[in-house]
């Protein structure tokens, strides 16, 4: 997946509307202590579906917005949308992608009401958007996305950890989630199976 573009508003130290065109090759982000790097990053995770407040430095998810200055007020909303290309895979796309595979994710979180997603104009659920994710092998916690202290992390992940590592870099990490999903409705398939029979019982 190719990551063209990122725009920002309200997200952490973007208050106003920031638009980052990514070209081609390699884009380096310089500029002094506390200026907002970090943020980059996580803005990118955070509309891949990051669900884990700390993750972001913040206590709650909506420290995610703007907390406001002693000169600027708080904001109520942060958005960040990602605008990728997805190359053809051989999965059925979680989400339903433009022309050539393109795709604009929109996640936004209000004040106090959570987040909510948007892939291409429609509102889609966080599952969706963590699958496309997935699918294309990467996502809130690819390992591509190095933030500081994560090769210290990595080195000392258990076994199990870093085995979810290499499927998730293999692009896999999708195909698990549909197999969890695949079980459940099989469970209750044949719950609804067992209670048909024990309705057929009593009737005979
Ligand atoms: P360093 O080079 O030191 O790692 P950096 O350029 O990566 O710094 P970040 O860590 O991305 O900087 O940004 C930190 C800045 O973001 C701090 O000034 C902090 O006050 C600001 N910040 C973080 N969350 C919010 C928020 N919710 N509202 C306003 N500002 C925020």
Redesign the pocket.
Known sequence: MQIRRLKLTGF??FVEPTDLRIEPGLTGIV?P???????LLEAIRWVMGESSPKSMRGGGMD?????GTATRPARDFAEVSLFAVQPPGAVIPAVELGADGEMEVVRRIERGAGSAYRANGRDVRAKDISLVFADAATGPHSPALVSQGKIAAVIAAKPAERRAMLEEAAGIAGLHVRRKDAEQKLKASAQNLARLDDILAEMD
């Open positions: 952490k130290s500029g202590n506390g200026c907002g790097k970090s943020n420290d995610v917005i703007f907390a």
